[in-house]
Nanobody, 113 residues
Framework: VQLQASGGGLVQAGGSLRLSCHAAGVNFRLYPIGWYRQVPGKQRELVAEISDGGSTNYVESVKGRFAISRDNIRRTAYLQMNDLKPEDSAVYYC????????WGRGTQVTVSS
C-alpha cells in the first residue's frame, strides 16, 4: 500500500488549497481515509475523515471551511480547504485504515497572515 499526498503550498489567509491523496496497491474503495495535520512540538491531529460509504467527519475548527471527498475510480481522496487561516499551517498527512494504518508522506501547508 502506498499513499502519495500532494497539493500543499504557501497561500495567504482567506485563500484556498486542495490536497490530494492517491493510493496504490490497495482496493481503495473499501477503506476509510483520514486527513491529519501536525505542527512541530504537537501531536498529529485528525482534520477530516471519510468512510468507505462516504460519511464524513470534521474537527470542529475546520467545519464549514474544509471538505473531504473521495474518487474511488481514481483511487484518490481530496481535502478542499477554503478560507484558510494561519493556524491551519501544518504538515498534512493522509491515512488509510485497513489491517493497520498506512500513512502517506506529508505535504506542507503554510498560510500567511
Amino acid at each position: 500500500v502506498q499513499l502519495q499526498a500532494s497539493g500543499g503550498g504557501l497561500v495567504q489567509a482567506g485563500g484556498s488549497l486542495r490536497l490530494s491523496c492517491h493510493a496504490a496497491g490497495v482496493n481503495f474503495r473499501l477503506y476509510p481515509i483520514g486527513w491529519y495535520r501536525q505542527v512541530p512540538g504537537k501531536q498529529r491531529e485528525l482534520v477530516a475523515e471519510i468512510s468507505d460509504g462516504g460519511s464524513t467527519n470534521y474537527v470542529e475548527s475546520v467545519k464549514g471551511r474544509f471538505a473531504i471527498s473521495r474518487d474511488n475510480i481514481r483511487r484518490t481522496a481530496y481535502l478542499q480547504m477554503n478560507d484558510l487561516k494561519p493556524e491551519d499551517s501544518a504538515v498534512y498527512y493522509c491515512k488509510l485504515t485497513r489491517d493497520r494504518y498506512y500513512w502517506g508522506r506529508g505535504t506542507q501547508v503554510t498560510v500567511s497572515s
